[in-house]
């Protein structure tokens, strides 16, 4: 399998390889194209900001029941999709950012089919590409998975202009056959080239048994289909902080204690543009709207920046770019920048468990000695049931 960062291109620090990499471009000139659209829409190109990819929550539902789903999924009846409306609106507000590219997660993409369908027609139509469709894999059985294929294709899935579309399917603890994701697998290699359609899998160990699942799924795919497509399958393994690597990857360790200092020196700048690894900037965009400037896991709370439902893109934009903590990272070329703001008493004697803790401390640490507030948050709209159950509630409890 093709270890996950290999192929890493970072803007202005040598040559771009396309068709190299789990997010492989089209084109040598990608960042040149990117910022020529910026550009069209009169956004600044110094700014200290600027998304390569949007990581859109499609839905909050899910079909499957992950113990440490680190998704927000609820269950069918439980989740909510956006609406036909609310993808429209959405893409038009990307299209005012010259947005290049869309990561789809959710919950579970494809219980929201239909959404997902609108997502990506739309997305087409505006000119801005899927760059990354992640999937528990639900729907590879034998009766689904080539009309999903046949249909997500003619949805426009594969037209993007500057991404070679990404498949991210995850096998954690999630439930689904393994034969069902083999399926898919060797649909999508025999079917397309990597220039049309890179496919990854992200895979945990068994913690009882330190066995890990993507060789379950290297043994369920030779036995049904031959030899398994290495040279094709990206692995993505980083995103569980405490998972085992595969064979032939070096050992990760992540204890928690190391210090801040430590995690600082190692950062690279998640706002500097990258394709190829990974695609950076990137922000999440939750389903209530709420939208970060970037896409970890355990993304601080700080980095919200306003709500794409309920403002207009280009101010909360704005409000990023015009972060200190955002601008000083980026000019800075990562977490080290903070080095002479907040002092090695505290980042030395400090310790966390990941680069994202280490980041949601030093932006606490940054606001105090910079006298500033990172993030922003929009106002509040209260459902009016909502609120009268609110005044209520304080209404009964006043005359206890
Ligand atoms: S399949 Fe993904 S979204 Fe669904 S519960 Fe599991 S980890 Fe969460
Ligand atoms: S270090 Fe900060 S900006 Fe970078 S991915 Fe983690 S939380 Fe996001």
New binding site residues.
């Given amino acids: 399998m093709i270890k996950e960062g290999s192929y890493l291109f970072v803007e202005g620090q040598g040559p771009v390889e396309p068709f190299r990499g789990k997010y492989a471009v089209k084109s040598a000139d990608v960042f040149e194209r990117v910022r020529a659209r910026w550009a069209s829409v009169g956004l600044d190109p110094a700014s200290a900001y600027l998304p390569m990819r949007i990581e859109l929550e499609l839905t909050t539902k899910?079909d499957?029941?992950?113990p440490s789903?680190?998704?927000g999924?609820l269950p069918l009846a439980e989740g909510r999709t956006l609406t036909d409306g609310q993808i429209r609106f959405l893409l038009q507000q990307f299209a005012s950012i010259g947005l290049p590219s869309i990561a789809v997660t959710?919950?579970?993409p494809f219980t929201a089919w239909r959404a997902l369908l609108k997502l990506i027609e739309g997305a087409s139509e505006h000119g801005i590409d899927i760059s990354k469709l992640t999937t528990?894999g639900s729907w590879g059985t034998v009766a689904r998975c080539p009309r999903v294929f046949e249909r997500l294709e003619k949805a426009g899935f594969l037209d993007g202009t500057l991404f070679v579309p990404l498949l991210m399917m995850?096998i954690?603890?999630?439930n689904t056959p393994l034969e069902s994701v083999a399926r898919i697998l060797h649909h999508a290699v025999t079917h397309y080239s990597k220039r049309e359609l890179n496919v990854a899998v992200s895979s945990l160990a068994d913690p009882a048994t330190r066995r890990h699942k993507v060789d379950d799924l290297v043994a369920v795919y030779e036995s049904e289909y031959g030899q398994f497509p290495h040279e094709r399958v990206h692995s993505t393994m980083r995103v569980y902080l405490t998972n085992d690597r595969i064979g032939g990857q070096a050992p990760v360790h992540r204890p928690g204690h190391t210090p801040v200092a430590k995690w600082m020196d190692h950062c690279f700048d998640c706002f500097a543009p990258t394709v190829g690894a990974y695609v950076l900037p990137t922000s999440l965009l939750k389903n209530d709207g709420s939208w970060y400037t970037c896409a970890a896991f355990n993304v601080p709370e700080k980095l919200a920046f306003g709500n794409l439902l309920r403002e207009r893109a280009t101010d909360v934009l704005a409000r990023a770019a015009a972060s200190l903590y955002v601008q000083r990272v980026r000019a800075g070329g990562g977490l080290k920048a903070l080095h002479d703001v907040v002092p090695r008493e505290f980042t030395e004697k400090t310790t966390c468990t990941s680069f994202c803790d280490t980041c949601a401390l030093l932006i606490d640490q940054f606001d105090e000695k910079a006298d500033t507030t990172t993030g922003h948050r929009s106002p509040t709209l209260i459902p009016p049931a909502a609120l009268m159950a609110r005044t209520n509630r304080a209404a009964a409890e006043s005359q206890r």
């Fill in positions: 899910c499957d029941s992950c789903c680190g998704m999924a959710g919950g579970e528990n995850s954690g603890e999630q």
